[in-house]
């Protein structure tokens, strides 16, 4: 009995350290801190990103006093091993969080479950986690930013026409999502005629080439709308070049300088955008708090804005 | 003596690509804290293997003077061919390898067939082939990856073997198996000999065709070896396999001293070149060199790699003179 009582009496003055443990998580300070943020790809897009992880950190530093340290490692192609390899070299360097959007969940799985094991904080950003996997994603919902965007087509386009999506990178999650997203939006609108998907991997001139290559073959093609930020620029430049500005329309996606600046010129009607700043800025707001062991939201979502020619 | 030996070591065909190794090595880890923990040398063992494989074939055809541009595409379409058969047709995922591994070296042996046959330079040829090899891989899986790929495979691209990544043992043991072949059997020699002077070989009584056609098919089958450990390793399969594997292995020969006019070089060499690369690779992100410099960084070491082989090769001539 009495054995008895000393292990309970033992059970519950541990229990009371794990919970004052969990109470306490946060309140110890760091000097410093190291986060490590994966694009999927070398992009203007991802530079934004990472404009708003470095406003973070110094947002951390100004209110903290902690020096930040944000290590921006981009693959030179968007290939789902080489962005691995990043993944893997910057688990090596023991990092207090590793911010990634990922190329394809399901390959980049092996080496996330890597990251976790050595119980290093991983957030995503711009993407879906690997089914199972609890994460904290941040992101926009990537099916009503196309929605937003095929529905102004089709209000334009007064639900009659042909037109045509450009896909990004077809094993991109989002960028499937969206291209899917298009899709059921036309289906709804007997008038509207999907005649072709062009396939660009976030590429401008792949974009344009493809663009040119289908307008060519579609003569009476009315509109456009597109799944990445590379496709819609591409897309525009093609118009501008065909001579078809006002007779073939756009409406396109993010907020890329290039993207705006065919808004303000007319060329595209206007754009449902994400925003990569305040992802690169949640980002490390959640891997900084996660390093801290306090909890973060399963998934944080950053919204859309809707860009047109009053607002650019 | 110790004199004799350094010249002994120096005039070695790999003494050059070694030392420029070793050297970037040991930067590598005097400069990082990470570079060499056991889970950092994993990982850059791990990248060198998948690469290494696509390099001993290519290596092996530079010696003969060949060229095959379509390595790295015959990895993706075969580990996707692979990720195929295992998933929607259910076939014993032994089976489905070594189907996939037998297209490899069929897609190999039809470069050399046509490179042959029809005397076309295998450079021109075989970026034609890889632009037909890449589309087969895309119109079969309409650009999305194939998934649940079986878990019973995956140790193949997952595994360790006393802690050294299993897709690393294979391509040591491929490695070996290759520099056994070029070294101490008479095919070995027969490759040098068409590599160095091809009209002369045919006159020594060689088959010159038949080398070339075993060599390109044997490049096939090691990218399509390749191209499924990947898909182990991923737990699916990319059409993007292979995408990366079409100038590092020819610049890793060339860095570990094949002469891209054939007749000279090493299998072993060239791996060296790859490790090399993988090396660059790795110390890029470990040091966080921002992705903008990452191109005129890697540039830069890769050129001073090759001035040093270079340099300490015309040392060593003369020397002997």
Redesign the interface.
């Known amino acids: 009995m009495k054995k008895l009582l000393m292990s309970l009496l033992a059970t519950a003055v541990i229990g009371t350290g794990v919970a004052m443990a969990q109470d306490q998580a946060g309140l110890e300070t760091k000097d410093s801190y190291r986060f490590v943020i994966i694009p999927k790809v ?1 992009h203007p897009w991802f530079d934004k990103v990472n404009d708003g992880a470095q406003h973070a950190a110094a947002v951390i530093k100004a209110q903290t006093g902690a020096d930040v ?1 944000i ?12 962005q ?3 993944l ?7 990092p207090d969080g590793i911010a990634i959007d990922l190329l ?1 969940a ?2 980049n ?2 080496s996330l479950e890597e990251a976790v094991g ?1 119980e290093i904080p991983v957030t995503i950003f711009d993407s879906v986690p690997p089914e199972g996997m609890e994460l904290t994603s941040i992101g926009n919902d990537f099916c009503e930013q196309a929605k937003i965007a095929a529905r102004r087509l089709v209000e334009l386009l007064g639900g009659e026409g042909d037109v045509a999506i450009m ?1 990004g ?3 991109a999650p989002n960028h ?1 999502i969206r291209a899917e997203c298009h899709q059921e939006v036309f289906d709804e609108h007997p008038g509207i005629n999907v005649v072709a998907t062009g ?1 660009d991997n976030d590429d401008i001139e792949t974009a344009q080439k493809q663009a040119a290559a289908i307008m060519q073959a579609h003569p009476n093609l009315k509109g456009w709308v597109a799944c990445d930020a590379a496709g819609p620029i591409g897309i525009g430049q093609a118009i501008q070049e065909a001579g078809k500005v006002g007779e073939v329309l756009l409406v396109g996606l993010d907020d890329l300088p290039e993207m705006l600046q065919l808004i303000r010129d007319g060329v595209a009607d206007s754009s449902s955008s994400t925003k990569p700043e305040m992802q690169g800025y949640w980002s490390v707001m959640t891997m900084w708090q996660k390093a801290l062991g306090i909890e973060t939201p399963e998934y944080i979502d950053t919204g859309i804005a809707i860009i047109t020619q009053d607002d650019v | 003596m110790l004199r004799k030996l350094l010249t002994r070591l120096a005039t070695n065909q790999l003494a050059g690509v070694f030392v420029a190794f070793l050297i970037i090595f040991a930067i590598s880890a005097s400069l ?1 804290p ?2 060499l ?1 056991s ?2 040398m994993s ?1 850059v063992a ?2 060198l293997a ?1 690469v290494g494989l696509v390099t001993i074939g290519q290596s092996m055809l530079l010696i003969l003077g060949e060229l095959d541009l379509s390595l790295g595409v015959i990895g993706g379409l075969c580990g996707v061919i692979a990720g195929i058969l295992m998933v929607n047709y259910g076939i014993n995922p032994a089976v489905a390898m070594s189907m996939a591994l037998a297209m490899g070296a069929t897609l190999g042996f039809v470069n050399g067939a046509l490179v042959t046959s029809l005397g076309l330079h295998s450079l021109v040829l075989t970026i034609g082939t890889a632009g037909i090899y890449g589309g087969v891989t895309l119109v079969l899986t ?4 194939i ?1 649940n790929i079986p878990a019973e495979i ?1 140790f193949l ?2 595994g360790s073997l006393f802690g050294v990544p299993l897709p690393f043992v294979i391509m040591i043991a491929v490695l070996a198996i290759a520099t056994f072949i070029t070294f101490k059997t008479r095919f070995g020699r027969y490759m040098y000999a068409v590599g160095n002077n091809t009209a002369a070989a045919k006159m020594l009584g060689i088959k010159v065709n038949r080398v070339r056609v075993a060599i390109f098919t044997l490049a096939g089958l090691l990218s399509a070896l390749a191209g499924i450990l ?1 898909v182990a ?4 399969a ?4 292979g ?2 594997w079409v100038l590092p292995p020819i610049a890793a020969a060339v860095i570990g001293g094949v002469a891209t006019t054939g007749g000279i070089g090493t299998p072993l060499g060239a791996i060296f070149g790859a490790a090399i690369i993988a090396t660059i ?2 110390i890029i ?2 040091f ?1 060199v ?3 410099w ?2 005129l960084v890697s540039g830069t070491i890769v050129v001073l790699a090759i001035s040093f082989d270079s340099i300490s090769r015309r040392y060593i001539r003369r020397e002997d003179q």
């Open positions: 070398v340290q290590d921006y490692s981009a693959p030179q192609q968007a290939d789902v091993v080489q691995n390899q990043i893997e070299s910057a688990i090596a360097t023991r394809d399901a390959g799985r092996a050595q896909m990178v077809p094993s499937a396939i | 990082s990470y570079f923990s889970y950092n990982v791990r990248s998948f309409k650009g999305v990856a998934t995956q691209g997952r990947m390793r991923l737990g699916t990319q059409p993007s396999i995408d990366t690779e790795n992100v470990l966080g921002s992705p903008y990452q191109g």
